[in-house]
């Protein structure tokens, strides 16, 4: 299904024409604008009128979070503040948290970005649908919202936290589609499950529109099977917009970007080289139509890779695979590189224990050691030491193999590892904490 069928099934020809009359649009937009990029562009020796090509873009140098968090909060704006209808601002890990302004356009161009993933993705305007992400400052709750509300969907807002009430809200509204991020539809689950309700009271869930973090191919099959739904998965960060860059259609073979919006690049997160189709590296994104934070080649740290194959659902607008990590996530131990979903799909590929896990880093003299921390499904298992101990060989020996890093493992009791509303934090990198 579509929500913009002309746009979406464009001729690539016609839409490469127009992503680079935008492409021209939006850099002389910035260079008149913002002083930040005129400065850039200058230094750059990138004129506006010297953009005659999708190639030109790569003269350009790229923008970066710490640019973002340099201009805090509002120097990046290319609108006055009277033409900014809405601010977000996404969760500072450290430091001041990176701001980003939509002008009234942007918020329409938003929605029907998000309108046309939840179509592709299987969603009607005959959907219920409970949004499980968290209001507020992150942008995935709203944007999916107004998406949703676009094509005519019936929006639950129940947002996060009280996960009892939602599968009330979940069994008494007929819920039909599910907006969360992966871990916490399985942590729903696993509550739903603890509960005096048959799961029967939840079948008319069919879709999971599910967003913010990774999600890896056994988790997926978990979610639905548990939950007896179809779960697709979409992409975006708040610097860019929020969700709506990037999502999947019925095939499931990649996310289709909304291509007219947001132009994508590939490249060698080391040397900002372009990599070829079908080649993994950083994804760079550069903003069409953006007016209250236009960015050029924003570096996302997301590793992934590009196809322009045609799909069969029709699209013509290109698909990226689902991101294999980030590059700055990328943990570098005993010069292995390696990425938590990684190791995410040898447990996940484990009867005994649960999706649940941490990951702790640290520094014992000039070695780097990886505790791997999983959960039991069934906590009686730690009454036998002999069969604690063989599964914890068995894990040691299969991350082994995949990832090729020995690593400590720790077996804990069900429930013990912080459950994730938002995105799951992994990694616990204690090599620098004295
Ligand atoms: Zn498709």
């Known amino acids: 299904?579509?929500?913009?069928?002309?746009?979406?099934?464009?001729?690539?020809?016609?839409?490469?024409?127009?992503?680079?009359?935008?492409?021209?649009?939006?850099?002389?937009?910035?260079?008149?604008?913002?002083?930040?990029?005129?400065?850039?562009?200058?230094?750059?020796?990138?004129?506006?009128?010297?953009?005659?090509?999708l190639e030109d873009i790569k003269r350009i140098?790229?923008?970066?979070?710490?640019?973002?968090?340099?201009?805090?909060?509002?120097?990046?704006?290319?609108?006055?503040?009277?033409?900014?209808?809405?601010?977000?601002?996404?969760?500072?890990t450290t430091g001041k948290p990176t701001v980003v302004g939509y002008t009234k356009h942007d918020l329409d161009i938003w929605s029907d970005c998000m309108a046309r993933i939840c179509m592709a993705a299987g969603a009607t305007s005959e959907d219920i649908v409970q949004i499980s992400f968290g209001y507020g400052m992150f942008t995935g709750a709203l944007g999916l919202h107004y998406g949703l509300e676009k094509i005519g969907a019936t929006v639950i807002p129940n947002?996060?936290?009280?996960?009892?009430?939602?599968?009330?809200?979940?069994?008494?509204?007929?819920?039909?589609?599910?907006?969360?991020?992966?871990?916490?539809?399985?942590?729903?689950?696993?509550?739903?499950?603890?509960?005096?309700?048959?799961m029967s009271d939840y079948s008319r869930l069919r879709l999971g529109l599910f967003g913010s973090e990774g999600c890896t191919p056994e988790m997926r099959t978990q979610?639905?099977?548990?939950?007896?739904?179809?779960?697709t998965d979409n992409y975006g960060m708040s610097e860019l917009m929020g969700p709506g860059v990037s999502g999947?259609?019925?095939?499931?073979?990649?996310?289709?970007?909304?291509?007219?919006?947001?132009?994508?690049?590939?490249?060698?997160?080391?040397?900002?080289?372009?990599?070829?189709?079908g080649e993994y590296g950083e994804l760079l994104v550069t903003t069409l139509t953006k007016e209250g934070i236009p960015l050029l080649r924003y570096r996302t740290r997301d590793i992934t890779k590009i196809t322009y194959e045609p799909c069969k659902c029709g699209r013509t607008h290109a698909r990226m695979e689902k991101v294999q990590g980030r590059s700055d996530d990328m943990l570098k131990i005993r010069g292995v590189?390696?990425?938590?979903?990684?190791?995410?799909?040898?447990?996940?590929?484990?009867?005994?224990?649960?999706?649940?896990?941490?990951?702790?880093?640290?520094?014992e003299g000039f070695a780097d050691t990886l505790e791997v921390q999983v959960e039991l499904v069934d906590s009686s298992l730690l009454d036998s030491y002999g069969k604690i101990q063989q599964l914890q060989k068995d894990i040691?020996?299969?991350?082994?193999?995949?990832?090729?890093?020995?690593?400590?493992?720790?077996?804990?009791?069900?429930?013990?590892?912080?459950?994730?509303?938002?995105?799951?934090?992994?990694?616990?990198?204690?090599?620098n904490v004295k």
């Open 1 to 53: 299904m579509f929500f913009q069928k002309d746009i979406e099934t464009m001729p690539r020809k016609q839409l490469e024409e127009l992503q680079l009359e935008r492409l021209k649009w939006t850099v002389d937009y910035c260079y008149k604008n913002v002083p930040f990029y005129t400065k850039k562009l200058d230094e750059a020796g990138v004129t506006p009128d010297s953009i005659k090509s």
């Open 61 to 92: 140098p790229p923008t970066t979070k710490a640019d973002l968090r340099d201009n805090y909060p509002f120097g990046l704006f290319a609108k006055p503040m009277k033409e900014i209808v809405r601010i977000h601002a996404s969760s500072g």
């Open 159 to 198: 947002s996060s936290g009280n996960t009892e009430k939602a599968l009330m809200y979940m069994r008494d509204f007929g819920t039909t589609a599910l907006v969360a991020t992966p871990s916490y539809a399985l942590y729903m689950c696993e509550t739903a499950k603890s509960l005096e309700y048959p």
């Open 223 to 231: 979610i639905e099977s548990g939950w007896g739904l179809f779960a």
């Open 248 to 277: 999947e259609c019925r095939e499931r073979n990649g996310l289709h970007f909304n291509e007219d919006f947001f132009l994508p690049e590939i490249v060698d997160p080391d040397t900002l080289e372009a990599r070829d189709e």
């Open 337 to 363: 590189n390696i990425f938590p979903s990684q190791i995410e799909s040898v447990l996940i590929a484990i009867d005994q224990v649960s999706p649940h896990y941490q990951l702790v880093v640290r520094r």
């Open 396 to 431: 040691a020996k299969k991350i082994q193999t995949v990832l090729g890093i020995q690593c400590k493992i720790s077996i804990v009791e069900h429930g013990t590892i912080e459950r994730f509303v938002g995105k799951a934090k992994r990694v616990i990198d204690l090599r």
